[in-house]
C-alpha cells in the first residue's frame, strides 16, 4: 500500500495525522528529520505555497504540502485537540485572504496561518507537533470573522515567538514592529505626533530597556505591554490596526487615570482591556481577562448563581476597573477595589464592604483630628484653701 494511501485511510479512521516525507521508496531516519527541521527553523527556507491556495486548502493540504516541500516531519497531535473539545481539525480552512507565503519563513507562516485555524505548534526534534491554541472564539464565544478587531484578539492569543538569541534590547522600535507585523499579520501605525507632544520626537530609533531572563511564554498582548513601557508607550486597538501612542495620549482618549514613576516615566492606572465575548459565564470571562491582562480577581461566594450568568460584550482599550464593572453589571453583580485586586460580588454584600469601609475612613480622620488638634494648655493650679475663722466665743 502506497505511503499517501495509508495516509488517507489514518485520517479516515481519526487516527492521528503524521506526515513523514520520504526520500525515493525510502522513509527519512530520525538523524535526517532532525537535520532536516533545524535547516528549515535556522535557514529561513521560504514556504511555496500559492497565496490564493491559503484560504482553499484544509489543514491536513497545507501540512502535507509544507512536510513534502521541506522534508520535516509535521505531527497533528489530534488527542490534544479531543480533550479540547475539537473535532474535524484537519479539515478546517484559514479565513486569511492576503497573507503570501512566499515572502516568510517557515516558522512565520506558521505562526500566522495556524492562529487562523486556531492550533499552535511545538518543536519536538525531529518533528514538529501540531497542538490547540487558547483562542476567543472558542472558549469566549463564537469567532466572528467579519470583526476585524475579533480576528486581532484571535492573534493575540498566540505566545511570542522570538529568534534564538534575540536582544530586543537592542532593536529599534519601529525594525521590531516591523517583524511582528510581518510575523503574525498585523498592522501596526506608530502616533508620531502623539510623542513629539511629550517630548519624544524619535519614538522610532528607540529601544526597549527591560531587564529579563527570557520572554518566553508571553503573549502578543503582554510582549506589548512590557516593551513599550519601557518606552513610554502603549497600544490602542482601532478594528485591525494597532496605534502605538504615548501614555499621556492613551490616558486622554481612554479617560484613564495615570501615575507618574520615579523614573519620571508616565504609566496607565489601569491596563487596557480589548476583549470580544458573546453570551458566555461570567466566571469565565474575568479569569480569561485576569489572565490576558495580569490582574488579580476574585468572585466571591456571595455572588451565587449570578456568577455563571451569560455576559456579551464588545470592549475595546477599556480600562480594567471599567471593563469589569461592566460585566459584572450584567448579572447584577458589582466590583469592589481592594488595593491592586478587583472583587466580584452580589450588590448588597458590596454595600456591606462600602459601609464598613466608609465607617474605617471615619475613624481614621476623628484619629487624624485628634493628633492634629493643639495641645490644651496645662489647668492653672487651685488657690490654697483659706483656714476656717474661730468660732466667736459665747
Same mark, same amino acid.
Given at each position: ?56 486548502? #484544509? ?17 497533528? =497531535? ?18 486569511? %485572504? ?23 505548534? /511545538? ?8 497542538? @490547540? ?28 515567538? &522570538? ?9 529599534? &522600535?519601529?525594525? &521590531? ?16 505626533? #502623539? ?42 486597538? /482601532? ?16 479617560? =484613564?487615570?495615570? #501615575? ?18 458573546? +453570551? ?76 464598613? /469601609? &466608609?465607617?474605617? +475612613? ?8 485628634? %493628633? ?8 492653672? @493650679?487651685?488657690?490654697?484653701? /483659706? ?8
Amino acid at each position: 500500500m502506497s505511503r499517501f494511501r495509508m495516509l488517507a485511510l489514518a485520517c479516515a479512521c481519526g487516527l492521528t495525522l503524521t506526515i513523514v516525507p520520504a526520500v525515493g521508496d525510502e522513509p527519512l531516519t530520525d538523524a535526517q528529520k532532525e537535520k532536516n527541521l533545524e535547516r528549515v527553523l535556522r535557514e529561513k527556507a521560504k514556504t511555496k505555497i500559492e497565496s490564493e491556495a491559503v484560504g482553499e486548502l #484544509s489543514v491536513s493540504e497545507v501540512l502535507k504540502k509544507i512536510s513534502k516541500e521541506h522534508g520535516i516531519e509535521i505531527v497533528v =497531535s489530534e488527542e490534544a485537540f479531543r480533550a479540547a473539545g475539537i473535532t474535524g481539525f484537519k479539515d478546517r480552512k484559514s479565513f486569511l %485572504r492576503s497573507i503570501n507565503p512566499a515572502e516568510m519563513t517557515v516558522p512565520q507562516f506558521l505562526d500566522v496561518w495556524l492562529a487562523s485555524v486556531g492550533a499552535t505548534y /511545538k518543536i519536538e526534534l525531529p518533528r514538529i507537533v501540531i497542538v @490547540p491554541a487558547p483562542r476567543w472564539n472558542e472558549k469566549l464565544g463564537e469567532f466572528d470573522r467579519t470583526d476585524r478587531a475579533a480576528v486581532v484578539l484571535a492573534t493575540f492569543e498566540q505566545e511570542i515567538q &522570538l529568534k534564538e538569541g534575540t536582544n530586543i534590547n537592542e532593536i529599534p &522600535l519601529f525594525e &521590531l514592529l516591523q517583524d511582528l507585523s510581518k510575523r503574525y499579520q498585523l498592522t501596526f501605525v506608530v502616533n508620531e505626533e #502623539s510623542f513629539k507632544a511629550v517630548g519624544s520626537p524619535n519614538i522610532r530609533e528607540e529601544k526597549a530597556r527591560i531587564a529579563t531572563t527570557h520572554l518566553r511564554g508571553l503573549r502578543l498582548p503582554q510582549f506589548l505591554n512590557v516593551t513599550l513601557e519601557s518606552v513610554g508607550a502603549t497600544y490602542l486597538l /482601532k478594528n485591525d490596526v494597532i496605534e502605538i501612542v504615548s501614555i499621556p495620549h492613551a490616558a486622554k482618549v481612554t479617560k =484613564s487615570g495615570i #501615575s507618574q514613576e520615579e523614573d519620571g516615566r508616565g504609566r496607565l492606572n489601569e491596563p487596557l482591556v480589548a476583549a470580544i465575548v458573546k +453570551e458566555k459565564p461570567l466566571n469565565e470571562v474575568v479569569a480569561r481577562i485576569a489572565e490576558m491582562y495580569d490582574l488579580t480577581v476574585v468572585v466571591s461566594p456571595q455572588a451565587g448563581d449570578a456568577r455563571t450568568g451569560f455576559v456579551t460584550a464588545r470592549l475595546l482599550n477599556v480600562p480594567a476597573d471599567k471593563a469589569l464593572e461592566l460585566l459584572a453589571l450584567q448579572c447584577d453583580l458589582r466590583v469592589v477595589r481592594r488595593g491592586a485586586a478587583y472583587f466580584i460580588t452580589s450588590r448588597d454584600h458590596a454595600n456591606e464592604l462600602f459601609g464598613e /469601609k &466608609l465607617e474605617k +475612613e471615619r475613624q481614621l480622620i476623628e484619629v487624624q483630628k485628634l %493628633r492634629e488638634a493643639p495641645a490644651k494648655p496645662p489647668a492653672p @493650679p487651685a488657690p490654697p484653701e /483659706k483656714p476656717l475663722a474661730p468660732a466667736p466665743e459665747k
